[in-house]
């Protein structure tokens, strides 16, 4: 069975369920509309909830690339000296 059949076959259950509980009066919300709204509404959350996580992430790397660069440029006056010392036991001219 392909795809299409098996969807509209859903479907069709669906509007055929919906009807019934339309004719006992529980509800006539449940169609193939409604169902359609729904998911593209919980599509559209989860694509909002995905940009939070996304800003997060980037919000993080962020921080983590500035404490890098403030480690290195507070580390680097004290190591050049220390790799100056070591280039020069080793015979490499360091500039």
């Keep these: 069975m392909n795809t299409q059949k098996l969807i ?3 479907l069709n259950g669906l509007d055929s369920i ?3 509980l ?3 009066g529980i ?3 449940l169609n193939r509309h409604n169902l359609a709204a729904y998911i593209m509404l919980e599509q559209k959350h989860l ?3 995905w940009d939070s ?3 997060k992430f980037d919000r993080r790397r962020s921080q983590i690339d500035g404490l890098l660069t403030a480690i290195e440029t507070r580390t680097d006056p004290l190591i050049k000296p220390l790799i100056s010392r070591v280039n020069q036991f080793r015979g490499v001219s360091g500039n």
């Design 27 to 29: 509800t006539g919300k």
């Design 18 to 20: 919906g009807y019934r």
């Design 53 to 55: 996580i996304q800003a």
């Design 22 to 24: 339309e004719e006992y």
């Design 47 to 49: 694509e909002g909830e």
């Design 8 to 10: 509209n076959t859903a």
